[in-house]
């Protein structure tokens, strides 16, 4: 195998994580949809209680891997919207949290009803599932560091 | 398992995958805008070569399953840094047909040398890689078919 030709084979399966993850993303979108709730909006939905409410922006950026700018224009459509409310911390005013309104208390219940997540991952067997997080986490891992990040510190993506 | 646990459970493997390939975006990113390259502009750079000089700003979609508004942004900033030069057919007026540019062909040559996506999937063996485009293909499938899309009609991510 020449060096090329390996750098195009692991360029290439990283492009079909990429593009797996791209398909359910899209699959949960057109759910949420129906709901009227934009598909990133329904994903902060899930951090802020992952998180505990209130949450800081820079948790939830952190959370989702999303850079606080593109985190900070959700949350501001989503006060928009009436699902999330934004409030400056009393002790540290430069420091905003955010909590669910009624609003997006019912926006998270029927968010979690959505059902295509589960339907697309029950394609796998249980052992399945646990074979494909644990090689996940190894690129995890790997992939934090090349970021110069200890995967210790950085918070797992899990909810709930 | 209660449906609830289940359907949390099923969710946190998909934002794990999705987190992950992040990871290995923004590592990607990282090295890419050393060489002055945001990072989208060069998997379309890959895109491109894959499908073929030229190619449609349609079929570059199609292939980033990314949407066409989103593509076509992307190409005419790519045009304005002189890696791509956009121009309509001859025949059919209301195609785009995208080539790459001198400029475009140098900086794919760059792009290539990159090896930060190689460092991070080679932390897998050769036997785990396998395992996982197995894991993952299964997904493509099956989410694809929830989409309401025919995987064999869909074009398979692989660059060359």
């Not at 290439?12 to 398909?23: G, K, Q, T």
């Not at 409030?87 to 420091?95: F, H, Q, T």
């Not at 059902?115 to 992939?143: D, W």
Request: net charge positive; no cysteine.
């Amino acid at each position: 195998m020449t060096e090329l030709s390996g750098t195009i084979q692991h360029y290439n399966l990283w492009v079909l994580l990429h593009h797996v993850s791209d398909i359910i993303f899209n699959a949960r979108q057109t759910e949420l949809m129906r709901y009227g709730i934009p598909g990133m909006q329904g994903e902060v939905l899930f951090a802020i209680k992952a998180i505990g409410n209130p949450a800081t922006p820079a948790q939830i950026s952190r959370l989702m891997f999303r850079r606080p700018h593109s985190v900070s224009g959700i949350l501001i459509r989503m006060e928009k919207a009436g699902l999330v409310k934004r409030s400056k911390d009393l002790e540290k005013k430069n420091l905003v949290r955010v909590t669910l309104t009624e609003k997006g208390e019912r926006a998270y219940r029927q968010v979690l009803k959505g059902r295509a997540v589960q339907r697309i991952v029950s394609s796998l067997s249980e052992s399945e599932r646990r074979r494909l997080r644990s090689l996940l986490e190894t690129l995890r891992n790997k992939g934090l560091k090349e970021l110069g990040l200890d995967p210790e510190r950085v918070p797992y993506p899990k909810f709930v």
